[in-house]
């Protein structure tokens, strides 16, 4: 779906929710039998994080954690609060549960 997408000339910007393979693996064990037969299932959570996508075009622009937003929001249960105080590793995510929103750019041409 990148690469298709960085081939529309006039698409520039996209946002997407991004899962870690911590959170993948988490809700893979919970979601994915209460999808049962529907045939859809929860997949996709790139090792790499949002730097997945700059193989196909696109270059992370703003990344914001659902935790850390949700925190900010007061929007959280008292246990989430507490973790939203833990610092948050500005790398790969890998076993953490850690999901958030991506705004991913266009690389420029050159």
Known sequence: MAQDLAGVPALHRWVLEL????????????VNPQLGGSGASVKFGPEEGPL?????GWTP??????????A???RLPFQFRLMALLPE???KQ???PW???CLLKKQSAG
């Open 19 to 30: 899962a870690s393979p911590g959170l993948l693996r988490m809700v893979q064990k919970t």
């Open 52 to 56: 997945f996508f700059e193989r196909y």
């Open 61 to 70: 622009a703003d990344v914001r954690s659902l935790l850390k937003t949700g």
């Open 72 to 74: 900010r929001l007061k």
């Open 89 to 91: 590793s500005k790398g």
């Open 94 to 96: 890998g076993s953490r």
């Open 99 to 101: 999901q958030a929103i």
